[in-house]
């Protein structure tokens, strides 16, 4: 099986850091026209610069700024292919009692997580039809299959929406030709917030998350972006509908 994307454009949020870096580097390795996005647009640009690729300030939060972000990568290289929803995260938040989240705390991890997956859909939707091909793949988490180790009870929600919101594009999209998968990390160092987790819980803690992984190691972003690569591939067309999680064994 080879793999390739040539003559290929994909749109990457959360490019800013870790997971979404990897999969932008990814794609454009095998052949992709790779335009990032994220709302940290200083760390963002330097990323781009050092890459080639097309950055865009992007709040993903907001429906208009993510139509305007695919109607740009559109009339700048002519169609969108692949759409990876890498953005989101626990947006500064640790675990802490029900009664301290406020309405804002709630609402903004379901914004970056949930409500942006839906937009950038949404707007790719039709680019994607016009062709007869798409690829639209959110990064989902452990934490939509289960309870987070987290904590963050909006989070664990908002991450069970997005699997269920992959579900309903792949039968919403599937007869356009749009496949719709999701992938689920495990726990991955690949930002402040998942550094600041992997402290908390210190040595003991890190021992006890070892040992319940299968392969006795953490994940990597490659790891991820490897799994992204086969779901945006030709060779996944029949594949549509799944989460796929990328763990080592632990679920």
């Not at 800013?16 to 640009?45: K, N, S």
Request: aromatic share 6%.
């Amino acid at each position: 099986m080879q793999i390739r994307f040539d003559n290929r454009v994909a749109l990457v949020t959360g490019a800013a850091q870790g997971i979404g870096q990897a999969i932008a580097r990814a794609l454009h390795a095998y052949g992709a026209r790779v335009v990032v996005a994220d709302i940290d647009a200083t760390r963002l640009d330097g990323f781009a610069r050092e890459n080639g690729f097309d950055p865009i300030s992007l709040d993903v939060g907001d429906r208009a700024s993510c139509h305007a972000a695919v109607d740009g990568v559109v009339a700048r290289h002519g169609r969108l292919d692949i759409l990876v929803h890498a953005a989101g995260g626990v947006r500064g938040q640790v675990g802490r009692p029900i009664e301290t989240v406020s309405e804002q705390d709630w609402r903004v991890i379901f914004e970056a997580n949930v409500d942006g997956a839906f937009w950038l859909a949404q707007a790719a939707a039709k680019p994607m039809r016009e062709h007869g091909y798409g690829r639209i793949i959110p990064i989902a988490s452990g934490a939509g299959l289960r309870p987070s180790l987290t904590g963050i009870q909006a989070y664990t929600a908002a991450k069970h929406a997005l699997v269920g919101l992959t579900k309903q594009l792949s039968q919403d999209l599937g007869p356009l030709g749009i496949t719709c998968n999701a992938v689920a990390p495990g726990f991955v160092r690949s930002n402040p917030a998942t550094e600041r987790q992997w402290e908390s819980y210190g040595p003991e803690g890190q021992a006890r998350l070892l040992t319940s992984i299968h392969t006795r190691r953490l994940g990597t972003p490659e790891d991820i972006a490897h799994a992204v690569l086969f779901l945006a591939s030709e060779e996944a067309g029949w594949i549509s509908g799944q989460i796929l999680s990328v763990d080592g064994g632990r679920s």
